[in-house]
C-alpha cells in the first residue's frame, strides 16, 4: 500500500458480484477500499452455486470481478473468514470509515424436521454443498463435500434454485447410466439437448437405462411457484395466465429433463434405515390465506436412498449483527445500514437472504417472465439480467453509503497507516504478495 494520506477507508466483507461492485465504487470515488475474502478467489456462487454447465457466462462474469478488484485503490485480503480469523469487534477496533457486509446467504435454511441433520452426508443432503460438489469434482485432487449419488432422489423445494438441483440429479444419474450401456454422451450436451431428446435419439427411456428419475417436491401449488411474476396490479385475468405460465414452464421443463414433481406435498417425518435417511413421510397440504397448511391423515411414506432439501439460503451470523428472523436486521433499506451498530451496512444476498443466484442477486429486483422462460426452456443461461441488476444494485447503496461519508471526517493519515499496517499482515499470512491479477493466475481452478 503506498504511503498514507488522511482518506476513508471501507472495510468489505466478500469480493463477488455485491461486494467487487461494492469496493470499485467505493475506489472509484476515491475511498481506500479493503476487500476480506473467506476463498482463495473471491467469485463466491459465480464460482461455486452456478452451475458448472454455465462455462462461458462463469467466465466472463469472473472477469469481470477480477478487472474490479484489480483496481489500485482496492487492497486484497485472501483466505481470511470474518468470524473465524477476525471477529467484527476486532475489525471494527481498526477506526474504519465503515465496514460493509457483502458475504452472501451460504447458509442452508434447515429442514424443520427432528433429526434430520444427523443424516447429513448418509442419504441426506443440502443444496449448497451439493451444487458445490458438481461444480468441483471433477477437478484433480477434489477434497470437498462427497456425494453419494442415487437415482429417485426426492428433492425438497419449489423454487428456482431446486430446479438447478433436479437438473444436477438427472443430468448425472442419466450420463453415468449412458456410459455405463457404452453410450458417451457428454454431461454438457446433455444438459443443452435434453434428457428426453437426447435418450429418444438413442431409442432409449428412463426404464430401459434401469432409472426412475428424482421427484421434486413443493409444499403450495404448482402454479405459486416463483417461475413467472404477477404484474403489480394485476387484473384477475392477468393473475390467471400468470398462473398458467407457471403451470406450463414446470411442465416443459420436468419433461424435457425427465424429473417427477408433486406439489402440495409437505415433509412430516423421516425414514431411517439403520444409521442412513432412507426417504421422508409427506403430507398432503392446502393452501389457505396464502399458506400451505399440512392435512393430519394424509401421512404417506416416500422411501428414496437420497434426499436433498433446496428450501432457501441464509446468511451466516456473525457476532454483534442483529438478526431479523433469519435474516440481518436492517435500519435504512436504502444504504443496507444494520440496525444498532454504526458504520456497518450489508449488501446483495447479506440483505436479501436468498443464495439462489437466479432469483436474489438484485435486491428487490423481480426476475421477468421472458428472461425465465428462456432459461427453464434451455435456450439461455438465465442469469446473465439479475447478474447485472446485482451490480446496479451495489452501485446504488454504495453511493448512497459514500454520500454518507463525504459529510464526515477522513481517517488521519496515523490511522490510514495503522490499518494498512494490519492488512498487510493478513495479506502475509494468507501468502498474497499483493499483486492481485498474479495472485488470481496462481490460485486459478483448471477447468472441468
Not at 462461458?56 to 470481478?65: A, H, T
Not at 483466505?79 to 457486509?101: I, M, Q
Not at 413467472?228 to 405460465?245: L, M, S
Request: charged share 25%.
Amino acid at each position: 500500500m503506498t504511503q498514507p494520506n488522511a482518506q476513508h477507508v471501507v472495510l468489505i466483507v466478500g469480493g463477488a458480484v455485491a461486494g467487487s461492485e461494492a469496493a470499485f465504487q467505493f475506489a472509484q470515488r476515491g475511498i481506500l477500499c479493503i476487500v476480506m475474502e473467506q476463498n482463495d478467489r473471491p467469485y463466491g456462487k459465480i464460482e461455486d452455486g452456478l452451475p458448472r454447465w454455465h462455462l462461458n457466462l462463469r467466465l466472463q462474469e469472473e472477469k469481470k470481478i477480477n478487472d474490479k478488484l484489480a483496481h489500485a485503490g482496492i487492497h486484497f485480503i485472501p483466505r481470511t473468514k470474518l468470524g473465524r480469523d477476525l471477529t467484527l469487534e476486532e475489525v471494527l477496533g481498526w477506526g474504519l470509515s465503515a465496514v460493509v457486509l457483502a458475504n452472501g446467504a451460504w447458509r442452508d435454511r434447515p429442514l424443520p424436521l427432528p433429526r434430520v441433520d444427523d443424516y447429513v452426508g448418509r442419504g441426506f443432503y443440502y443444496q449448497n454443498p451439493f451444487v458445490y460438489w458438481f461444480n468441483h469434482y471433477p477437478a484433480p485432487g477434489y477434497q470437498g463435500p462427497t456425494v453419494d449419488l442415487a437415482d429417485g432422489a426426492v428433492v425438497v423445494g419449489g423454487g428456482l434454485a431446486s430446479l438447478d438441483v433436479v437438473k444436477i440429479l438427472m443430468l448425472e444419474t442419466v450420463t453415468r447410466a449412458l456410459a455405463a450401456r457404452g453410450h458417451g454422451v457428454a454431461l454438457y450436451e446433455l444438459e443443452r439437448q435434453g434428457v428426453r431428446n437426447v435418450l429418444g435419439g438413442l431409442g432409449l427411456t428412463l426404464p430401459d437405462l434401469g432409472l426412475t428419475g428424482c421427484t421434486l417436491i413443493y409444499r403450495r401449488r404448482v402454479e405459486d411457484m416463483p417461475l413467472a411474476e404477477t404484474p403489480e396490479d394485476a387484473t384477475p385475468q392477468q393473475v390467471e395466465r400468470t398462473r398458467a405460465t407457471r403451470r406450463k414452464l414446470l411442465q416443459t421443463f420436468a419433461d424435457k429433463y425427465q424429473f417427477a414433481f408433486q406439489d402440495q406435498r409437505v415433509p412430516v417425518g423421516c425414514l431411517v434405515e439403520g444409521d442412513r435417511l432412507a426417504g421422508l413421510t409427506l403430507a398432503a397440504t392446502e393452501v389457505r390465506d396464502g399458506r400451505a397448511v399440512g392435512l393430519a391423515g394424509t401421512e404417506q411414506p416416500a422411501p428414496s436412498r437420497m434426499v436433498v432439501s433446496s428450501i432457501g439460503s441464509i446468511p451466516e451470523p456473525v457476532a454483534g449483527v442483529g438478526m431479523r428472523g433469519e435474516m440481518y436486521h436492517i435500519r435504512d433499506k436504502r444504504t443496507g445500514e444494520v440496525e444498532g451498530m454504526d458504520r456497518v451496512f450489508a449488501v446483495g444476498n447479506a440483505v436479501t437472504g436468498k443464495g439462489n443466484i437466479l432469483a436474489s442477486l438484485k435486491h428487490g429486483r423481480v426476475v421477468s417472465q421472458h428472461m425465465l422462460e428462456h432459461y427453464l426452456l434451455g435456450t439461455a443461461s438465465g442469469y446473465e439480467e439479475v447478474l447485472a441488476g446485482a451490480a446496479k444494485e451495489a452501485q446504488e447503496k454504495i453511493g448512497a453509503v459514500a454520500e454518507r461519508l463525504s459529510g464526515q471526517t477522513p481517517l488521519p493519515a496515523e490511522r490510514v497507516a495503522d490499518i494498512s499496517t494490519r492488512v498487510r499482515a493478513l495479506q502475509e499470512r494468507a501468502g498474497y504478495a499483493g499483486q492481485y491479477r498474479q495472485w488470481i493466475e496462481r490460485v486459478r481452478l483448471p477447468q472441468v
